[in-house]
């Protein structure tokens, strides 16, 4: 069983930067792709970004492409997501999830985070 433990989020504004961060636990957790799914209030949640601490390939959305860095400390089994120049678009809870891949794949997400809110509002 994989335990997935978000933190960092917060209420930022516009232009803002916030970074979150997802701790893995449990056996098996580096066996997984791991990242990032979002779901922001009245719709369907969607994946955002994801990386392989394997290799270190990394898998972006388009709405977030130039924005948000993810990134992993295999040491540590955590896995960041830098997001920079904030839009009110980006308002949601963020999950933590695993395995993790960009939708051609299909994947079902076996193991979820508690989620952490974001609000990037003036």
């Known amino acids: 069983q994989v335990q997935l433990v978000e933190s960092g989020g917060g209420l930022v504004q516009p232009g803002d930067s916030l970074r979150l961060s997802c701790a893995a636990s449990g056996g098996g957790a580096s066996n997984y792709v791991i990242g990032w799914h979002r779901q922001a209030p009245g719709k369907e949640r969607e994946g955002v970004s994801c990386?392989?601490?394997?290799?270190?390939?990394?898998y972006y959305a388009d709405s977030v492409k130039g924005r948000f860095t993810i990134s992993s400390d295999n040491a540590k089994n955590t896995v960041y997501l830098e997001m920079n120049s904030l839009k009110p678009e980006d308002t949601a809870v963020y999950y933590c999830?695993?395995?993790?891949?960009?939708?051609?794949?299909?994947?079902?997400?076996?193991?979820w985070g508690q989620g952490t809110p974001v609000t990037v509002s003036a």
């Open positions: 999830a695993a395995p993790c891949g960009p939708p051609s794949y299909h994947l079902e997400v076996e193991f």
């Open positions: 990386i392989s601490s394997g290799d270190g390939s990394t």
